[in-house]
Structure formats: structure tokens, C-alpha cells
């Protein structure tokens, strides 16, 4: 795990009675949970359960800004819960819940919205990156998005966010907020630090951009294994190795850089590529394999909590009331200190 700044974990010496220092992350519900999103984040939520609090949110306000059918954004945010139950997290060791069901958050959004530079905002990229993927509709929520997500994060008071490295930027913007909140009306929020896994950055099928849903570029892990194999089989690989007798340059190789997460024996393998004694195909057959076979008990737990609608609610709900105290108090907190009381 890698931080932008060094994690703000308790020094051993505390007693053990120290409250937990508190973790949080939102996924969007704006399609199925993909490869990029496990590597690249959710590894990260199932490992912070451990030692911190940790509070994990299904981002469905976030989704609006590009998805627009109601009943389409409830079977997504109901899926994406079940995915992430599926995946390893424990709603025992931590706190799952949709946005909505917390509405202090757009509260705080917009509170946070009146210390923050128009120009700030602006110069994001993912916001420069939405305007060119979706023109027809650059709607007012997407400039926005990064307050909302500060106030998501801050809410609870959260000292380090599990994200991609697609997020650095908005988690950037999120200290630069919590900074102008805190010189405006003291301090009130810690700055949040981002954290990461040992893949930040997970390609897309076509090797190029990020992956991400948005694109259709994804391996979708909970899946049926034909539409995975299919998926992985579209694989971009080294562009310049055109013929099987080439020798592959496993370091630019999309599909070689993920056997690193499917197996030990990676090395290996690059060696067989580097010396052409594998082909491109080989190689995508075999991760192909490796990606059905570890995913598929995720899976199964998967088709399982779906079968039961009403275990994946109860779920939800629990996580949004254990949440209301600390949501409540720190509006309290800002309404004081903003003069709105
Ligand atoms: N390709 C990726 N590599 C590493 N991390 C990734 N994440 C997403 N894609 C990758 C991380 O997964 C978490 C949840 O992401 P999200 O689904 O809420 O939003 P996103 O980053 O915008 O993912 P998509 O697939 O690209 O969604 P769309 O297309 O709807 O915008 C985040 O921590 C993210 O960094």
C-alpha cells in the first residue's frame, strides 16, 4: 500500500482504547464492478477493514451526473453492493451505504461549495475528460463533483481514502477545500491522504486508456466466465510485436502486467514472452483462466446476495443509520461555526 503522504496511523505506543482512525472510499453505481476498480481500490477496502474504521459508500448523487434512468441507477447501486459484499467487504468490520441515504452529505456539498474557487474546479481533469466523453451533457453536477466528493470524505471526519490513481487530483482538491474551510472558520476537518495499491493504474482492453465503464473497456469480474474470456481475449497487447516469433516486451504488455496480480510465477512468464517461446495468445488464454478461476467464488457469493434483494437493503440500511450520529455532528459542528445557528 503507497500513500500520496504518510498515513496518519496511531503510534504504537497508544493505548489500545484509541478510537480507530477512520477510512472512507465511494464507488460509483454507474455500471458492474470491473478489474481496474478491484485492483486499482477495492483490495484496499477489504485490507483497511482490518485496522480502520472503515466506512465504504455506493456514490449513487455522483452517478446522476451521467446516468439519467431511475430504474436503471437502482438495480446498479444494488448491484454494485452485492459486488463489493461479493469481493470481501464485511459489513461487521465496516459501515456500507448509498450516498443518498445520507442526504447531510449534499448539505455539506454545498456549504463546501462557498469556499471553493470556481477555477478550482475547472481545472480537473476528469471534468475536461467528461466534457469530451459526453458533450451533449455537461451538467452543472460534474463541475461540482470533487465538493461533493470532499464533503463525502469529511463528513466523517476520514484521515485516508483507498482510491485509484485516476482520483490524486480530486483528492488534491479535496485538501485544498479542507484547507480553505479550516483557515475561513478554523480548523474543523482533517486533510485527507489518498492511498493506493500496488496497481494504481489498470489499462483498459484497448491498452490505451484507464479502464473504466464509462469507456467499455473492462474486464468485468463477476461476470460469466465466456463474456470474461471474451473480454480478456480482446486484449490489446504489445503493439509492436507483429509476428508470433517476435520477441514480446513484457513491461508495455497490458496483458503481462496483470499476470502479476494472477500467480508467483510471473517472471517466468515474461521470460517465456521476451524469448517469443509464448505468444500474445498464450499468454491471454492463460490470464483468461487465472481471472475466471480467482473470481469465481466472489461470484458465486454474488449471484447468491442477488438472489436476495432484501439482504442487500437491510444491509444498506443498517450502514446509513449507524452513520446518521457522526453525520449529524459534524453538521452540527459546521452549522456553528458558519453562523447558521
Ligand atoms: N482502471 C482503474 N485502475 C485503478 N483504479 C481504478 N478505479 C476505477 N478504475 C480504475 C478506482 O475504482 C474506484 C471506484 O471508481 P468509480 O467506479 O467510482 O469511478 P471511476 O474511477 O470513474 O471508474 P470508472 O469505471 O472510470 O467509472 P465511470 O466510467 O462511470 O466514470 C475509484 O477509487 C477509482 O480510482
Known sequence: M?????????????????????????????GTVHLGNDLGAIRNYVALQAEYEAIYCIVDYHA???????????????????????LGLDPERCTLFVQ???????????????????????RTPTYKEKQLLQPDDINHGLLTYPVLQAADIVIYKASLVPVGRD??????????????????????????????TEAPVVFGTDGVKKMSKSVGNTIDILAEPDLIRRQVMSMVTDTQRIKRTDPGRPEVCNVCQLQRFFGDDYEDLWEGERTARTGCVD???????????????????????????????????????????????????VRQRMGLR
Open 64 to 86: 446522476l451526473t451521467s446516468t439519467h434512468d431511475p430504474d436503471l441507477l437502482r438495480t446498479r447501486t444494488r448491484e454494485m453492493a452485492a459486488g463489493l459484499l461479493a
Open 100 to 122: 443518498s441515504h445520507r442526504p447531510e452529505h449534499t448539505e455539506l456539498a454545498w456549504l463546501l461549495c462557498t469556499v471553493t474557487p470556481v477555477s478550482w474546479l475547472e
Open 167 to 196: 482520483q490524486q487530483a480530486h483528492l488534491e482538491l479535496s485538501r485544498e477545500i479542507v484547507r480553505a474551510f479550516n483557515r475561513r472558520y478554523g480548523d474543523t476537518f482533517p486533510e485527507p491522504q489518498a492511498v493506493y
Open 2 to 30: 503507497t500513500t500520496d503522504l504518510a498515513p496518519a496511523v496511531a503510534p504504537a505506543s497508544e493505548p489500545v482504547t484509541a478510537p480507530r482512525p477512520r477510512t472512507f472510499s465511494g464507488i460509483q453505481p454507474s
Open 283 to 333: 499468454m491471454k488464454k492463460l490470464i483468461a483462466d487465472r481471472i475466471v478461476r480467482h473470481y469465481a467464488p466472489a461470484r458465486e457469493r454474488y449471484l447468491e446476495l442477488m438472489a436476495h434483494p432484501e439482504e442487500i437493503d437491510g444491509i444498506l440500511e443498517a450502514g446509513a443509520d449507524r452513520l446518521a450520529p457522526k453525520a449529524r455532528a459534524t453538521m452540527d459542528e
